[in-house]
């Protein structure tokens, strides 16, 4: 159990550029999640995926973000034309349905000049 | 709508006491409850859950619980380390058994004292 892994730990970039963040869940999770985390708050849900399906959005979940996952493997989120709102942890966690509670990686820290 | 409120942001206890860490729900569809714990720069950790046909879960150091009436839960820490310290979440979700998203409160400071 190698655990979620996330990549990068840290971006930086310019407002209106875009970014894409990759999630590796734990091998045998068929539901992968993407939480955003900003300062004194808990992680807010945004989306999840069972295996390649995305199940749930939230209305957290503006047009200019995106997530995918292709073969029910890992994920991608991707957030277009950046805006300084977007500053934040994004964490990612995954689980096996039925069975066991949510595992987080480390998450990726974005934060926008 | 804050859905899951930890009213407390700190806490301080001293080493060796018992650590309450305290959240509140207005959602009544949730199903389940966890708790995580979180060291800076690193993700929540799983520490314990409760379903919401429960009113007690122990696992060592650590029990929960669960008030329905009052829409309050607890996390009892016995006895405390200082290695405890960290920000504690309280979170409920639904779905039953499949364990869908999660809705997380604001968390809590833990200190522990040697």
């Known amino acids: 159990d190698t655990g979620v892994s996330q990549n990068p730990r840290h971006k930086i970039t310019k407002r209106g550029q875009n970014v894409t963040f990759r999630c590796d869940p734990i091998?045998?999770?068929?539901?992968l999640y993407w939480y955003r985390q900003t300062l004194g708050q808990g992680p807010e849900f945004l989306t999840y995926?069972?295996?390649?399906?995305?199940?749930?959005k939230s209305r957290l979940l503006s047009d200019r973000f995106s997530a995918e996952r292709p073969k029910g493997s890992f994920s991608t989120l991707e957030i277009q034309r950046t805006e300084q709102g977007d500053s934040a942890m994004y964490l990612c966690?995954?689980?096996?349905?039925?069975?066991?509670?949510?595992?987080f990686g480390d998450g990726t820290r974005l934060s926008i000049l | 709508d804050q859905q899951v409120k930890q009213n407390s942001p700190s806490l301080s206890v001293q080493e060796g006491r018992i650590s309450i860490l305290n959240c509140d729900y207005t959602?009544?569809?949730?199903?389940?409850f966890l708790w995580y714990k979180k060291y800076p720069a690193e993700g929540p950790t799983f520490l314990i859950s409760?379903?919401?046909?429960?009113d007690k879960n122990e696992d060592g150091r650590f029990t929960v619980f669960l008030n329905k009436s009052a829409k309050h839960l607890s996390l009892h820490i016995v006895p405390s380390q200082p290695g405890d310290s960290a920000v504690y979440f309280c979170?409920?979700?639904?779905?039953?058994?499949?364990?869908?998203?999660?809705?997380f409160g604001q968390g809590t400071i833990l200190t522990v004292h040697p």
């Open positions: 966690a995954s689980s096996l349905q039925g069975d066991g509670p949510q595992h």
């Open positions: 091998s045998e999770h068929n539901r």
């Open positions: 995926f069972q295996n390649e399906a995305q199940l749930e």
């Open positions: 959602n009544s569809m949730f199903d389940y």
């Open positions: 409760i379903s919401s046909i429960k």
């Open positions: 979170a409920g979700g639904s779905g039953g058994t499949s364990y869908g998203k999660l809705t």
